[in-house]
């Protein structure tokens, strides 16, 4: 079963306008770690955020911001006045411990190519 | 600090052929994983090693292995290559809870 699931494939933007990626996910625990990264055209991912399920406090990190809902399971990425250096893959996941306690579960959505245009 | 490291960048193989790929993680780091990434898809979680072992598999047959050595590095086995192995291959590294660092890739292209 898809466990994280981002529904929006391709949103293509032009240049200052804001975007928002959706992250819905799917977890019994009550105990798990959900993460953002980004994949540029030159296919090296990188870490964006993470955040634990005790903390819904929402996150800004410049341009970046970040919204937590446990109520409706999702962990949804703005990008606010994108600009052309934005233009990527961006994968939600989720971390989950497994039934032995460890950490090694972790699961990426499909992905969502944000396409920003001058 | 040194990030996650592959070798090789590029590998072309022929079908039938054996490839290899390695992956070095963040020092500290004891878990490897192994995912791939054929072109315009998403991760293909491959394997996951911990510790000197081999912790979980997705779904791929069995000729896809590997092996994770006492200083964590890692090799990915690929054997009988078919045309469809050709992909991006990625190794991610991290240490417990944390978020997974991941290396440049290796394109792997089978013709």
């Known amino acids: 079963a898809q466990k994280v699931t981002q529904a929006q494939t391709e949103i293509s933007v032009v240049e200052k306008e804001d975007v928002t990626l959706d992250c819905v996910y799917e977890t019994r625990d009550t105990t798990y770690y959900l993460f953002w990264y980004k994949q540029p055209p030159s296919g090296e991912l990188v870490f964006l955020i993470r955040?634990?399920?005790?903390?819904?406090q929402n996150e800004i990190s410049g341009r970046y911001s970040w919204n937590f809902q446990k109520s409706t399971s999702s962990f949804n990425f703005t990008i606010t006045a994108s600009q052309v250096v934005d233009s990527a893959v961006y994968f939600c996941?989720?971390?989950?411990?497994?039934?032995?306690?460890?950490?090694?579960?972790?699961?990426f959505g499909a992905g969502t190519q944000v396409v920003v245009t001058p | 600090e040194a990030g996650v490291t592959q070798s090789p960048t590029h590998l072309i193989k022929t079908r039938g052929q054996q490839a290899t790929l390695r992956c070095s993680p963040i020092?500290?780091?004891?878990?490897v994983y192994w995912y791939q990434q054929a072109l315009g898809l998403g991760l293909q979680f491959l394997l996951w090693?911990?510790?000197?072992?081999?912790?979980n598999r997705g779904n791929f047959p069995p000729r896809f292995s590997g092996r994770q050595f006492p200083n964590y590095s890692s090799e990915l086995n690929v054997n009988a290559l078919e045309l469809e192995d050709s992909a991006l291959y990625l190794c991610?590294?991290?240490?417990?809870?944390?978020?997974?660092?991941f290396g440049p890739g290796t394109r792997l292209t089978v013709t």
């Open positions: 020092s500290g780091h004891t878990s």
């Open positions: 996941a989720l971390s989950e411990a497994s039934e032995t306690d460890s950490w090694g579960k972790f699961q």
């Open positions: 991610a590294s991290r240490q417990g809870f944390h978020e997974q660092y």
């Open positions: 955040r634990n399920s005790f903390d819904e």
């Open positions: 090693y911990d510790e000197g072992e081999e912790r």
